[in-house]
């Protein structure tokens, strides 16, 4: 069985978050993890797509993140959509907390490991973009891209 190459730099960024919702304030959180997940992290097998946050008796959770099994794993392999939770000082919890009203969310916005290889994830408090804001952002994009042509 061949190794899979295993990267020094990681950044999994949810692609789909920009498009879905407009980001009001960011955070950078630790993420507790195992062993196995951290070396899947490393071999950049993460999906953020469908992943969000919550509270849980004030506490910060992240749902539906999914970290494939680490293929050199054995019996101590870790379930792939397990809770895991979003590290945080208490003080930013209660900011973050209290922030939260009807119509916002945290969703992921990207994964990483920083320069002492410890795995963070940019969290973002965001609302949910209406269809004509949707269509307002493909506009502009189309409109950007047609004025850099015209430059060339």
């Known amino acids: 069985m ?3 190459k295993i990267e020094k730099i990681v950044n999994i960024k949810n692609k789909r978050a920009s498009f879905e919702y407009q980001f009001l304030d960011t955070y950078v959180t630790g993420i507790m993890l195992t062993g196995t997940e951290i ?3 490393r071999q950049q097998k993460v999906n953020l797509q469908d992943a969000y946050c919550y509270f849980h008796e004030n506490e910060l959770f992240i749902k539906n993140m999914n970290i494939s099994k680490y293929s050199e794993g054995t019996y101590y ?3 792939p959509l397990r809770e895991r939770k979003l590290l945080m000082k208490k003080n930013e919890l209660r900011k ?3 922030k939260l009203d009807d119509g916002l969310t945290i969703v992921p916005l990207r994964l ?3 320069d002492r290889g410890l795995a963070k994830m940019e969290i973002a408090l965001a609302r949910g973009k209406k269809l004509y804001d949707k269509r307002e952002d493909i506009k502009s994009r189309d409109v950007s891209r047609e004025m850099a042509r015209e430059r060339y």
């Open 2 to 4: 061949a190794k899979e």
């Open 39 to 41: 070396k899947s992290i």
């Open 77 to 79: 392999n870790h379930d």
């Open 96 to 98: 973050l907390e209290n």
């Open 112 to 114: 990483f490991i920083n």
